[in-house]
């Protein structure tokens, strides 16, 4: 498979954040959101077969641990993603899979943990949702939307609301999106939509979401790759 990167870091999203975590970034996607902080995995990368990707996370957390197979979009790529997905299992490991939410998710192995985006209005891809992936959610699954104004949280404000999504999955994620360019200083200056607001009016209409930070932008500079 080809493959961007693969490197241990702090799991900066999701329920699992704040968790060690080997990252396995595959290479290309077929999306393009305006806020994209991973354009450089579109291009590149080097070829792995499936034994020396296994080789290399074991050598990172040979304890087992956390691994996110993640992108560019990694399902494009199914075919060698989800046999490396049940070795991972196999071997022990627990997997999440990072994906658009774009191709469809029915063969992704059972016991995976699959942390799905729903692209808003701003993200410059909306209606790219494949609709038949809300059938393969289940509650150990999450759902994630990145979100740029008050349009963005009202379209998913409205979605969870229209599909139950918070009683079909573990978590619903809402997330201030990060601006791609951010550099610096590691705060919320480069939020596209300030958090508190976001907090804000998720208090204000009881919502059952998660507020979510990318905690690797407050870690490290956020413009660091392999973080
Ligand atoms: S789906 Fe992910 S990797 Fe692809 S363009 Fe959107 S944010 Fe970037």
């Known amino acids: 498979m080809q493959i961007t990167e693969i490197y241990k870091s702090i799991q900066g999203e999701s329920t699992h954040a704040g968790l060690p975590c080997v990252f396995v970034r595959l290479t290309g996607c077929n999306l393009r959101c305006s806020w994209c902080d991973s354009e450089y995995t579109f291009t590149g990368g080097r070829r792995m077969a499936l034994d020396e990707v296994l080789e290399e996370v074991e050598r990172l957390s040979p304890d087992g641990g956390l691994v996110e ?8 790529q199914e075919r060698e993603a989800i046999p490396l997905m049940q070795r991972l299992l196999d071997a022990g490991y627990t997997v999440l899979l990072e994906t658009s939410g774009e191709r469809p998710l029915a063969g992704v192995p059972p016991g995976v943990i699959k942390i799905v985006d729903v692209k808003c209005p701003n993200s410059g891809e909306p209606e790219t949702f494949y609709m038949e992936n809300l059938d393969t959610l289940g ?3 999450e759902v994630k939307f990145v979100l740029s104004d008050r349009s963005d949280y009202e379209f ?5 609301e229209r599909h139950a999504l918070d009683r079909r999955v573990n978590a619903v994620l809402f997330s201030p999106a990060f601006r791609k360019d951010a550099e ?11 958090p508190r607001e976001l907090a804000e009016w ?3 209409d009881n919502s059952t979401a998660r507020l979510g930070l990318q905690i690797h932008k407050f870690i490290w500079d956020p413009a ?3 973080v």
């Open 202 to 204: 998720m208090l204000e």
């Open 69 to 76: 197979i993640t992108g560019g979009e990694p399902m494009l």
């Open 224 to 226: 660091l790759k392999g």
């Open 184 to 194: 610096g200083d590691r705060d919320c200056s480069h939020c596209l939509l300030d």
């Open 139 to 141: 509650l150990q699954d």
């Open 156 to 160: 998913a404000r409205n979605f969870v």
